[in-house]
């Protein structure tokens, strides 16, 4: 046994051995270690130990080290502790690499002059803000169910588009499928209404001219019927003439869609699959198996059908979701079913989802 004494609000050893039978507890500065049997399958343990540990203000994993099965509580913390330097230097370069990308949507010769970078602001601005709405959808239904989260970690990448979006963390445990629920569809249905405000505000931008030989004017962007709704709805063009192109701001809404589209997979930790795990339960595993069958199906046809366009894309994606397959999906602790409101949110929002959808997002045309 360890000399420090235990935290008077952890629960007893002898409490938990209708589930862990303890033998050893070891108190650590920032967790505790109940070493011991378990009394059943792994999953119930923890399903039946996770409420009595979380309404004390703590989070608890089953660990095996060196032969012992380790209870792990480690103190529960929603709040920001400190300056988030990682996520604030994310940030900041992401915003760097937006504008990189945005100067080569406006045709900003930034070799000539470094300052004027800043003129692609409003590319910047769209793409991180509707990235930034998403995750903060799920940051405030995090916090709302009281499940510690990050901040969102941006992902800088020099690029076309600058990013490779932004993620959230989860270090707790769900409590019910109500709270997995709002979690995951809270932030495609953010992400939506801010993609919903890019692409009417850049459609209704004027166009801008597009470089002969540029890098953009080798691309050919597919618009997904929610963007082409959207120009159509305020009659507005997505395609012009003469060496001109649309807004690049409309570039940032299409992003949002895509996202969006991608986020709602139901697969492993994606959005799509915790909407689906909440209202399907572990139902779910014979959907999760048939997203990479059907992405790699839609690459075979886009191979054979489309000359290859927009193939390697989805192949990735095919690859990508058998390894999300790999990690899981979240567990909530408690397997009430939802309520039927949310049935009939969860089912617009993948709805919402597949007008997001387009067999060829992006293809070089040259």
């Not at 397997?335 to 293809?363: H, M, N, Y």
Request: hydrophobic share 45%; proline share 7%.
């Amino acid at each position: 046994m360890d000399d420090q004494p235990l935290p008077s609000d952890l629960p007893d050893p002898d409490s938990l051995g209708d589930s862990f039978l303890v033998y050893e507890v070891e108190v650590g500065d920032d967790q505790v270690l109940y070493y011991g049997d378990l009394a059943g399958a792994k999953e119930a343990v923890l399903r039946t130990l996770s409420p009595r540990f979380r309404e004390r203000g703590y989070r608890v994993s089953l660990e095996y080290r060196m032969g012992e099965h380790v209870l792990v509580a480690t103190e529960r913390s929603t709040g920001i502790d400190g300056i988030p330097w990682t996520n604030v230097v994310l940030f900041g370069l992401t915003v760097l690499t937006t504008l990189y990308a945005g100067s080569q949507w406006y045709g900003i010769d930034v070799a000539a002059d470094p300052l004027a970078i800043v003129g692609a602001w409003p590319f910047a601005l769209s793409v991180v803000g509707v990235l930034a709405v998403h995750e903060l959808g799920h940051y405030v239904f995090s916090r709302y169910h009281d499940v510690e989260a990050t901040l969102p970690y941006f992902i800088p990448i020099p690029s076309i588009l600058g990013t490779l979006g932004a993620v959230i963390r989860m270090n707790d445990t769900i409590p019910d499928r109500r709270a997995l629920f709002d979690i995951g569809v809270a932030g495609p249905l953010a992400g939506l209404v801010a993609t919903v405000v890019v692409t009417a505000v850049g459609v209704s931008l004027p166009p801008v001219p597009v470089s002969e030989g540029s890098v953009v004017a080798g691309l050919d962007i597919g618009y997904p019927p929610l963007v082409a709704g959207i120009a159509a709805l305020l009659g507005e063009p997505l395609a012009y003439g003469d060496g001109r192109m649309v807004n690049p701001v409309v570039v940032g809404g299409w992003v949002g869609a895509f996202v969006t589209f991608l986020n709602l997979l139901p697969v492993g930790q994606l959005d799509g699959s915790h909407v689906t795990r909440a209202l399907l339960g572990e139902r779910i595993g014979t959907i999760q198996r048939a997203v990479p069958v059907g992405l790699f199906g839609l690459a075979a046809y886009l191979f054979v059908f489309e000359n290859g366009r927009g193939a390697q894309l989805w192949a990735l994606w095919g690859v990508l979701s058998l390894l999300f397959l790999r990690g899981g999906t979240a567990t909530p602790m408690d397997e009430t079913s939802v309520d039927r409101t949310r049935w009939v949110i969860g089912g617009v929002t993948l709805l919402l989802g597949l007008s997001c959808f387009t067999p060829i997002p992006i293809a070089i045309t040259g």
